[in-house]
């Protein structure tokens, strides 16, 4: 089993920063991916970021060019780095965990609120 946990979600106003970090515990061998979905009110829930275990990404076209996601594999850890927030950014945002045989694993999710 593979314990996922979120933090760093929260308040802030428009055009401003969140870095969001997840990470990784339990059976935590043969992960391939790591990534950000997120879920708004009456949405389905979305792609935000995925980063393989060789570092490539791949962005929603929404937040390309404001959102970095990043890993650090030895700590089982991702980020996502959220600059110029809008208030469509708004969401419960969810880590994701993919392993080897189409195993994927959620964290509980991190309130992400932009609003002025």
């Known amino acids: 089993q593979v314990h996922v946990v979120e933090s760093g979600g929260g308040l802030v106003q428009p055009g401003g920063s969140l870095r969001l970090s997840c990470v990784a515990g339990g059976t935590i061998f043969s992960i391939i991916a790591m990534g950000w979905f997120r879920q708004a009110p009456g949405k389905q829930r979305e792609m935000v970021a995925t980063?393989?275990?060789?570092?490539?990404?791949n962005y929603a076209d929404s937040v390309k060019g404001r959102f970095t996601i990043s890993r650090e594999n030895a700590r089982n850890t991702v980020y996502l780095q959220m600059n110029s927030l809008k208030p469509e950014d708004t969401a419960v945002y969810y880590c994701?965990?993919?392993?080897?045989?189409?195993?994927?694993?959620w964290g509980q999710g991190t309130q992400v609120t932009v609003s002025s």
């Open positions: 994701n965990v993919r392993k080897t045989g189409s195993r994927e694993y």
């Open positions: 980063i393989g275990n060789g570092g490539s990404a």
